[in-house]
C-alpha cells in the first residue's frame, strides 16, 4: 500500500496533470558530462485538451554553432541531427566548409553529423550545421487494445529490453508497474495508470537530489523531466508494452539553448504513440516539439579533453520567408566556397514541398532539362499535393555525371528514403550506376517506386538493375528504353503512384515500353550471370565503388583499341602505354578538359625541358627531375580547378606523372633529333588515338557491356593474338607506297 505522505503527493499531482504545470526548470549541463539527460520546461499543458480541428504547422530555421579549442591530437565532434517522419519534415540542410572533414552516417532510426582533423594547430572558428524544419503537431487515438494482441514494435526486442538506466528487468519497478496496472488488459488502460503515476512526481528542485535514472526517480518520487520519461518507458516495458525514449527540442522563436528535452513513445496497435509525462501531453505532442533522436544517447559527443562548447539558435519562420529564401542565391561563404565556379549551372537542386503531401517524388536526371518542363511537372504536382525533390548534373565525362549524381543522391539522402518515387533520367547508364550509391549505404526502399529511363541496352539495364534491386530491395523497379520524353514519364509515374494504376497499362498511353524488373526476373538470369550480379552487389555493399572495377575491366578494350591503331591502321604514337592511360584519364576528365590538361602539362614540360639541355645531366636524373616538374603543375592545376570550380582540374592527378614526364622527353627527344615537325606530329597522332579511344568507350556504352558482360575480355584477347599473327602491311602503308606499286605494275 501507498503511504499516507506519497498518497498525498498523488493526488497532488494528478489535479496538475488535468490543470496546469508550473514553469520550473533544471539547469543544463556542459557537454561532456551527459549533456543530452538536460531539461527545457514548456508552460502548462492540458492533458485532456481536444484535437483541433485543423493541424497547427510551423516553420523554423535552427543553427548549431560547435566551437573547437586548439590541440595537436586528432579531433572528432559527432552530433545527432534530426530527419524528417510523419510529423517533422526536414526541408534543407546546410554545413558551411571548414578544415575538419564532414561526413552523415546513419546508424538505425539516428542520423549522425560528424567532424574529423588530424589535428586543430589553432582555434578552429565555429562548426555550424544548420537546418529548416516544419513541424505540425500530432494527436494520436490510443488504440483499445489487449496486450496479448498488441503486435511487436518494428525495432523488435530494443524496445523491451532493459539498461542501464531504465531498469525494467528490476523487481521494485515490476512489482510497481503491476500494482498500478492491476488486472488491465488494454494497452490503452495500461498506458494511462502508469502515465498518471509519473506525472504525478515533483520535478527536481531546492535542494532535492538530482536522480535521472528510473529506478532512482521510482525510489524518490521526483525527477527531472529525462529522469521521468525513463521511469514511464521502464514501466512501459515492464509491462510488455514496447516503448522508447526520444530526445529533441523544445522550439521557440529568437532564443539559444544548449540542452535537450525527453519523452515516451510507446508501440500502441500499429504507431508509436508519445507521451510526456512532465508537460502533460498524452498521446500528443505540439508542433513546437522537434524530435532528434530515438534512444538513450548524448546530442553530442567528442573526443576527450578537447576545448569545446556550443550552443543552439532557433528562429521561426512564415511559410512565404521561406519560399522567398527558396528562390535567392545563397549567401556568399556560405554554400559556395569559392569565388568563381564555372560549374555551378550544371549542378543544380530544387524543392517543392507541399502543404499537406499524399506522396513525395525525387527526380534525377543528369541531362539539360528546360525551365518550362519543371514548372509544368512543379505546378502538377502542385495540383495533386506531391511533394518534389529535383536533383541534376550534366557533364561531358560519364564518370563526372555519375560522380556528381552519387554526390547529390549521398547529401540528399533523407528525401530519397523517404520518397514514394525515384523518376531517373539519363544519357546512358550514369543514372543507374549513381543509384548503386543507395546499396553502399543500406537504404532498402520497399515502399518505393524507381523508374529509370536512359539510352542503354536493354540487355545491360537487365543485368545491372538486377544488382540495383538485390541492393535497395524497391517495391517495384522499371527500366525505360530507349529514353521517353520526361513529361511523359512523369505523368505515367504520377497515374501509377497516385491513381493506383498499373505501370505497364500506364506507359502504353504513352508509348513507352517499360521492363519491370522483379526478384523472378532475377531468378531468371542464368548461373554465371547470377554470380555477377551478386559479385558486384556483395562489392557495392562493401563500398568497394563500381567505377573502379569499371576502369579497371575497360583498361584492356582501351589497349586493343591502340593495338589496332597501331599495328592495323599503322598511327605512331609516344609508346604503346602512353596512349591507353592517357585514353583512361581522358574518360575521367572528358575530352575537352582532357585536351586541355595534357596540352599544359605536355607544353610548359617541353619548355622546362628545353632549359635542362644546358645543365647537361643524365637521363635518368633529368627524367626525376621533370616528374617533379610536372608534379608542381598537376598541384597548381587543382588548385586553380578548386579555386575557379572546375571539376576537371581535380582531377588531374589521374594523369600519371611517369607517363607525362616520358612524353615529354619523348617529345624533346624527337625534336632534338627529327625536328619540331616530327615531334608535333607524333603528339597530334598520339592525342588522335586517345580521342578514338574515348569515343569508342564513352559512346558506345562499352564500360557497361564489360561490366555486365565481363567474359567479353576473352574475346578481346583473342582479337589481340589474331592481330598479333598479322605481318602484312598496315594500311597507311598501303596509301603510301600506292604510288610505288602502281608504277611497278605499268613498268610490267
Known amino acids: ?58 516553420y523554423w530555421n535552427v543553427t548549431v554553432s560547435l566551437d573547437v ?53 589553432k582555434k578552429q572558428g565555429a562548426l555550424e550545421y544548420s537546418f529548416t524544419a516544419r513541424v505540425t503537431d500530432r494527436w494520436v487515438d490510443i488504440p483499445r487494445v489487449a496486450i496479448a494482441d498488441n503486435p511487436p514494435a518494428p525495432d523488435g526486442d530494443a524496445s523491451l529490453g532493459a539498461t542501464s538506466t531504465i531498469q525494467a528487468d528490476a523487481p521494485e519497478l515490476i512489482e510497481r508497474a503491476g500494482s498500478l496496472s492491476r488486472n ?28 535521472n535514472d528510473a529506478l532512482s526517480v521510482l525510489r524518490a518520487e521526483h525527477g527531472n523531466m529525462g529522469g ?123 524543392a517543392f514541398y507541399a ?27 502542385r495540383e495533386r499535393a506531391i511533394s518534389i525533390v529535383f536533383l541534376s548534373a550534366s557533364f561531358e565525362s560519364r564518370y563526372f ?23 531517373v533520367t539519363t544519357q546512358d547508364e550514369a543514372g543507374l550506376h549513381a543509384l548503386l550509391q543507395l546499396g553502399e549505404q543500406r537504404a532498402v526502399l520497399r515502399d518505393a517506386r524507381i523508374v529509370v529511363a536512359g539510352g542503354f541496352p536493354q540487355a545491360v539495364g537487365r543485368v545491372l538493375g538486377s544488382v540495383l534491386f538485390q541492393l535497395v530491395d524497391p517495391g517495384e523497379l522499371v527500366l525505360v528504353n530507349p529514353r521517353a520524353p520526361l513529361l511523359s514519364l512523369w505523368k505515367m509515374a504520377r497515374e501509377n503512384l497516385v491513381d493506383g494504376r498499373p505501370m505497364a497499362e500506364a506507359a502504353s498511353v504513352w508509348d513507352i515500353e517499360p521492363l519491370v524488373i522483379r526478384q523472378g526476373d532475377v531468378d531468371a538470369l542464368s548461373r554465371w550471370r547470377r554470380w555477377i550480379v551478386g559479385a558486384w552487389a556483395e562489392a557495392v555493399v562493401a563500398q568497394v565503388p563500381l567505377q573502379a572495377i569499371n576502369l579497371i575491366l575497360v583498361l584492356p578494350i582501351i ?29 575521367i576528365t572528358g575530352l575537352t578538359w582532357g585536351l586541355v590538361i595534357f596540352a599544359v602539362i605536355v607544353g610548359l614540360g617541353v619548355i622546362m625541358r628545353s632549359a635542362l639541355q644546358w645543365i647537361r645531366i643524365q637521363l635518368v636524373t633529368r627524367l626525376a627531375i621533370l616528374i617533379a616538374l610536372v608534379s608542381v603543375m598537376m598541384a597548381g592545376l587543382t588548385v586553380g580547378g578548386a579555386y575557379l570550380g572546375i571539376g576537371a582540374l581535380l582531377n588531374v592527378s ?36 586517345c580521342s578514338a579511344c574515348y569515343a569508342s568507350i564513352e559512346y558506345t556504352g562499352l564500360q557497361s557491356w564489360i561490366l555486365s558482360f565481363p567474359e567479353m575480355l576473352i574475346g578481346v584477347i583473342v582479337l589481340e593474338v589474331v592481330i598479333g599473327k598479322w605481318r602484312g602491311l598496315r594500311l597507311l602503308e598501303y596509301a603510301r607506297f600506292y604510288e610505288l606499286a602502281r608504277r611497278g605494275a605499268v613498268n610490267q
Open 559 to 587: 589497349a586493343c583499341i591502340v593495338v589496332i591503331f597501331r599495328n592495323v591502321i599503322g598511327l605512331e604514337t609516344f609508346g604503346t602505354f602512353a596512349p591507353v592511360i592517357v585514353s583512361l584519364s581522358f574518360l
Open 401 to 423: 555525371r555519375e560522380n556528381y549524381l552519387q554526390r547529390l543522391i549521398a547529401n540528399n539522402f533523407g528525401a530519397i528514403a523517404e520518397s514514394h518515387l525515384l523518376l
Open 355 to 381: 502543404e499537406d503531401p499524399v506522396a513525395s517524388v525525387v527526380l534525377i536526371s543528369d541531362e539539360v532539362i528546360q525551365d518550362a518542363v519543371l514548372e509544368q511537372i512543379i505546378a502538377d504536382a
Open 1 to 58: 500500500m501507498l503511504s499516507v505522505s506519497r498518497c498525498l503527493i498523488a493526488a497532488s499531482a494528478l489535479i496538475a496533470v488535468v490543470l496546469a504545470y508550473g514553469p520550473l526548470g533544471h539547469a543544463a549541463k556542459p557537454a561532456g558530462d551527459g549533456g543530452a539527460d538536460t531539461s527545457v520546461f514548456s508552460p502548462s499543458e492540458e492533458a485532456g485538451q481536444k484535437k483541433p480541428e485543423k493541424p497547427t504547422i510551423t
Open 228 to 350: 521521468k520519461a525513463r521511469l514511464l518507458t521502464a514501466f512501459l516495458r515492464a509491462s510488455g508494452v514496447p516503448a522508447r525514449l526520444v530526445g529533441g527540442l523544445r522550439l521557440q522563436d529568437a532564443t539559444r539553448k544548449r540542452s535537450t528535452i525527453s519523452w515516451v513513445e510507446a508501440w500502441l496497435g500499429d504507431a508509436w504513440v508519445p507521451f510526456d509525462p512532465t508537460a502533460g501531453h498524452y498521446g500528443r505532442l505540439p508542433s513546437d516539439y522537434l524530435a532528434l533522436y530515438y534512444g538513450d544517447l548524448p546530442l553530442l559527443t567528442h573526443t576527450a579533453k578537447l576545448e569545446f562548447e556550443y550552443d543552439l539558435l532557433i528562429h521561426q519562420i512564415t511559410r512565404q520567408a521561406l519560399l522567398a529564401e527558396e528562390t535567392e542565391p545563397p549567401a556568399s561563404g556560405v554554400t559556395r566556397a569559392r569565388e568563381f565556379d564555372w560549374e555551378t549551372e550544371r549542378v543544380r537542386t530544387f
Open 184 to 211: 488491465a488488459v488494454r494497452v490503452d488502460e495500461i498506458a494511462w495508470s502508469l502515465y498518471q503515476y509519473t506525472a504525478s512526481f515533483m520535478r527536481n528542485g531546492g535542494t532535492l537530489p538530482d536522480a
Open 69 to 121: 579549442g586548439r590541440t595537436d591530437a586528432p579531433a572528432s565532434v559527432r552530433m545527432l541531427v534530426p530527419i524528417s517522419d510523419g510529423r517533422q519534415s526536414i526541408l534543407s540542410r546546410e554545413v558551411p566548409p571548414t578544415s575538419f572533414t564532414f561526413s552523415e552516417d546513419v546508424v538505425g532510426a539516428n542520423l549522425f553529423a560528424r567532424w574529423d582533423a588530424k589535428r586543430v594547430r
Open 654 to 689: 589521374i594523369f600519371p606523372m611517369v607517363i607525362m614526364s616520358n612524353v615529354i622527353e619523348n617529345f624533346t627527344t624527337t625534336q632534338v633529333e627529327q625536328g619540331t615537325r616530327e615531334a608535333l606530329r607524333l603528339t597530334l597522332t598520339t592525342l588522335l588515338v
